[in-house]
């Protein structure tokens, strides 16, 4: 049996907002501390984390109790904007990933270059035939797919662990 541990988290907060990106920028930095991501990366204040989705997208990854007066905060900053606040805490799982196989098991599922992958990276792609999203912490991978597919998801990575070892 492989040395890799796959946990399903508790409920994290999650916020997604989208709109024009110097706007969501400026709000962000104003109300979590959080500089502004770069294309493709993730910054991180405390215990929030501001992620870069796509060129009009981030995603806010914070405390479960705290993301809807986070969105409150957010939408008041962006009152004068063109711009969505949206709390997806409920509708997306992370499942947390550590050892020292997990990127042979990733990459059995997604197609993702780990040795290029960036410390502060966040990579969305697909895992076997779900959409997900992952990114590094100081022990492993977080993993986040739709609640709806959290099911099939642990399967996937269940059975991608290799054998032995």
Known sequence: MSDISIEALPPVGMI?????MGS???AVEAVTDCAPPE???????????????????MLIVCDHGAAGALA???TAQLSDVFAT???VSDARQVFDLTGADVEALL???MPVDF????????????MAQ???????HSGGYHVMCFRSVAGYAMRLMEDARPVGG
């Open 115 to 126: 040795d290029r992958l960036g410390a502060t990276e966040v990579r969305r792609t697909r």
């Open 24 to 26: 969501l920028g400026r």
């Open 39 to 57: 294309q493709r990366m993730s910054t991180r204040s405390g215990d929030v984390t501001v992620m870069w989705m796509a060129p009009d997208e």
């Open 72 to 74: 409150q905060k957010l």
């Open 130 to 136: 779900v959409p997900a999203a992952l990114w590094r």
């Open 107 to 109: 990459s059995k599922l």
């Open 16 to 20: 997604a907002l989208r709109g024009e």
């Open 85 to 87: 606040v949206v709390e």
